[in-house]
């Protein structure tokens, strides 16, 4: 099935750097999306992006849909302790379910 | 308004039981979704209804998982003949639309489903 290969696995980095993830995929998306998991909580939504190229901001955060259809990143500027959980990137593929395919997850610590 | 909830927020069962999880969706959203995560793993898809239909179940890993949403808006997931493999937390997400692109997908806070 498809898949997603997300990296790094984990970041352990200091308040007020720059932190940069992506995911790759064999397959193409037309949909990607990243997601902040906090423990014992659902995903929390944080950027969508649905068109090749596009780059998107939310608030320090923004993202990118590769021209290829096959990757994303998401940079997160001037990182701050409340960063702290586990980052999911997922695409979609085109067709009519919407079901999405998620990365294994990032797992950032920031130190104050 | 309110967002997606789930009950219960944690379920301990024996193996063989049988366990149902229920998820209310945003008000208005005609699809929902239902994955399954495992520990240290991203989510990973069961089953997608767009209104009171199963649209797409590929994710289903037996026949002894079944969900169903009769009027559309609730949705419960059944788990016949528990196993040990089945303990994971069992997230619930909902959609405006269920069509692709703009599905953005808004997740309940999961079922940590227990099998001793």
């Known amino acids: 099935g498809q898949q997603l290969n997300q990296s790094p696995q984990s970041m352990f980095i200091q308040e007020g750097e720059d932190v940069s993830m992506n995911c790759t995929s064999s397959s193409i998306f037309n949909t990607w999306l990243w997601y902040k998991q906090d423990p014992g909580e659902g995903p929390v939504l944080l950027i969508a992006l649905y068109k090749a190229g596009e780059l998107t901001s939310n608030g320090r955060l923004t993202a990118q849909f590769g021209i290829t259809r096959k990757d994303s990143f998401l940079n997160i500027s001037a990182s701050i302790p409340s960063d702290v959980g586990i980052y999911f990137c997922?695409?979609?593929?085109?067709?009519?379910?919407?079901?999405?395919?998620f990365g294994q997850g990032t797992t950032l610590q920031v130190k104050p | 308004g309110a967002g997606v909830s789930q009950t219960p927020s944690n379920k301990v069962t024996e193996k063989g039981k049988y366990v149902e999880l229920r998820c209310d969706p945003i008000?208005?959203?005609?699809?929902l979704y239902w994955y399954r995560q495992s520990l240290g793993q991203g989510p990973e898809f069961l089953i997608y209804?767009?209104?009171?239909?199963?649209?797409?179940d590929s994710g289903l890993p037996n026949d002894r998982f079944f969900a169903v949403r009769p009027e559309g808006s609730v949705s419960t997931l059944k788990i016949q003949r528990t196993e040990r493999g089945d303990s994971a937390v069992y997230l619930c997400?909902?959609?405006?639309?269920?069509?692709?692109?703009?599905?953005?997908?808004?997740f309940g806070p999961g079922t940590r489903l227990t099998v001793l």
């Open positions: 997922a695409g979609q593929t085109s067709g009519n379910t919407g079901k999405l395919i």
């Open positions: 209804f767009q209104g009171t239909g199963a649209a797409d």
């Open positions: 008000s208005g959203h005609t699809a």
């Open positions: 997400a909902s959609s405006p639309r269920g069509l692709t692109p703009y599905n953005e997908q808004f």
